[in-house]
């Protein structure tokens, strides 16, 4: 079943952002876009990858308006392990959420219950609270911050411009599609 406008449900982690401990809930992501980006563990091989690969992007996420929030079934405790004594993970300015329980990996159908992680899952969420994008991969296949960055535009862009569709490659300043309005739902 698709996730696609599916609000996101209630939820109230503990996270670490810019070296301290923090509360994020349901209400910090109402009124912008964001990306939960979810990831299997931290101290672990292909994860460091992508998210320095994130922290590389993040100025261009903020100018968005878009807040990147990394997700693992971590406690903060472990994140804050992880980030002082890795560099890749010091580079990280954008909050690491706590999910020790798998609350929101199972809310987003990317828990692997028998493995007590996640899959890699990337969602985007819009400023009304619910997944407008998104993408899971096997757990040995890196993501591309560019490609999440390019599909948050998109989706930016299809939300200003609810007549226009936005064809494969789009990027800002191409053309776009306009079909007939009886075939915008089914696209």
Known sequence: MSMIQQEVADFSV??????VFKTVTKADILGSWS????YPADFTFVCPTE???LANK???FKTLGCEIYSVSC????????WHDVSKTIQKI??????????????FFGVMIEDQGVAERGDFIINPEGKIVAYEVLAGNVGRNADEIFRRVQACQF???HGDQVCPAKW???TETLKPALNLVGLL
């Open 158 to 160: 299809v939300a200003a």
């Open 58 to 60: 993040y100025d261009d």
């Open 51 to 53: 998210l320095e690969d």
């Open 171 to 173: 990027k800002p300043g």
């Open 93 to 106: 300015r954008y909050p690491m959420l706590a999910d020790p329980t798998g609350t929101l990996a199972r």
């Open 74 to 81: 971590d406690t903060h405790f472990v994140h804050k392990a």
């Open 14 to 19: 503990e996270a670490f952002h810019n070296k």
């Open 35 to 38: 990306v939960f980006f979810f």
